[in-house]
């Protein structure tokens, strides 16, 4: 708990994290809203984006943000101080969820609020469903972030985060859904990030839950917690 308020205020605090974590997704959405991409026959553009932004918030929050400032950590000799401590790598990884659980309330309030203004129509029945989806796509992605982290250079951290934050976004099914084209959509539909937004789209959508995308984003985190706590590297 020491550890998870030491990062949260850390997160807050951090004007780079907040642009990650905020001012882009944000951007993202009036893009997506404004420029009419998703809007369709009987269905309203606004209410696919909200859902797919907040998982690209996630995605900032959690694996872009936490694995960058994780990797520089590990640069500059923080991470071998904490090493000294009883908190160990599942300690590290606690703490980091915390942080991520902190700025994913304030991005949730802010996106959704700002979403709602523009229209957004959430089926509030599904809202139990999105928040377990948020959860867990903070705790997958969080593992995933430290796991490079842990295991790379910091440039390179700084690099792949980066590159894998605009992919899965943009083609992941993050922010859009997967285009239903075979072979493409047989592996996104797998990814981590697809399964984040194709569960908060249907939760907040249809108001019931996406019992495939929970699975294999429960697979992710399980994966990726697994091999974070076994590879992480203090130095």
Same mark, same amino acid.
Do not use: H
């Given at each position: 708990?020491?550890?998870?308020?030491?990062?949260?205020?850390?997160?807050?605090?951090?004007?780079?994290?907040?642009?990650?974590?905020?001012?882009?997704?944000?951007?993202?959405?009036?893009?997506?809203?404004?420029?009419?991409?998703?809007?369709?026959?009987?269905?309203?553009?606004?209410?696919?984006?909200?859902? &797919?932004?907040?998982?690209?918030?996630?995605?900032?929050?959690?694996?872009?943000?936490?694995?960058?400032?994780?990797?520089?950590?590990?640069?500059?000799?923080?991470?071998?101080?904490?090493?000294?401590?009883?908190?160990?790598? =599942?300690?590290?990884?606690?703490?980091? =969820?915390?942080?991520?659980?902190?700025?994913?309330?304030?991005?949730?309030?802010?996106?959704?609020?700002?979403?709602?203004?523009? &229209?957004?129509?959430?089926?509030?029945? &599904?809202?139990?469903? /999105?928040?377990?989806?948020?959860?867990?796509? /903070?705790? @997958?992605?969080?593992?995933?972030?430290?796991?490079?982290? &842990?295991?790379?250079?910091?440039?390179?951290?700084?690099?792949?985060?980066?590159?894998?934050?605009?992919?899965?976004?943009?083609?992941?099914?993050?922010?859009?859904?997967?285009?239903?084209?075979?072979?493409? @959509?047989?592996?996104?539909?797998?990814?981590?990030?697809?399964?984040?937004?194709?569960?908060?789209?249907? =939760?907040?959508?249809?108001?019931?839950?996406?019992?495939?995308?929970?699975?294999?984003?429960?697979?992710?985190?399980?994966?990726?917690?697994?091999?974070?706590?076994?590879?992480?590297?203090?130095?």
């Amino acid at each position: 708990m020491a550890q998870g308020r030491y990062e949260s205020v850390t997160a807050i605090r951090n004007g780079e994290q907040l642009l990650i974590s905020l001012v882009l997704p944000l951007m993202a959405l009036f893009a997506v809203v404004w420029s009419g991409l998703m809007d369709s026959a009987g269905v309203r553009g606004v209410d696919v984006a909200v859902p &797919g932004v907040l998982a690209l918030a996630v995605l900032s929050s959690a694996f872009t943000g936490q694995g960058i400032a994780t990797g520089f950590d590990r640069r500059y000799g923080v991470l071998a101080y904490l090493s000294t401590t009883p908190l160990g790598p =599942a300690g590290l990884i606690l703490g980091k =969820a915390c942080a991520v659980l902190a700025v994913l309330l304030l991005q949730v309030v802010v996106i959704g609020g700002i979403g709602l203004v523009l &229209g957004w129509q959430p089926v509030w029945a &599904g809202v139990p469903w /999105a928040v377990l989806f948020l959860i867990l796509g /903070a705790a @997958s992605f969080t593992a995933l972030g430290l796991l490079i982290a &842990g295991t790379a250079r910091p440039e390179a951290t700084l690099a792949l985060t980066n590159l894998l934050w605009v992919l899965l976004g943009a083609v992941g099914g993050a922010v859009f859904p997967v285009p239903a084209i075979s072979w493409f @959509s047989g592996i996104a539909s797998f990814l981590p990030s697809a399964a984040l937004g194709d569960g908060l789209r249907s =939760a907040f959508g249809t108001g019931t839950p996406d019992v495939g995308a929970l699975l294999v984003l429960a697979g992710w985190g399980i994966l990726a917690t697994v091999g974070a706590l076994k590879w992480f590297k203090w130095r």
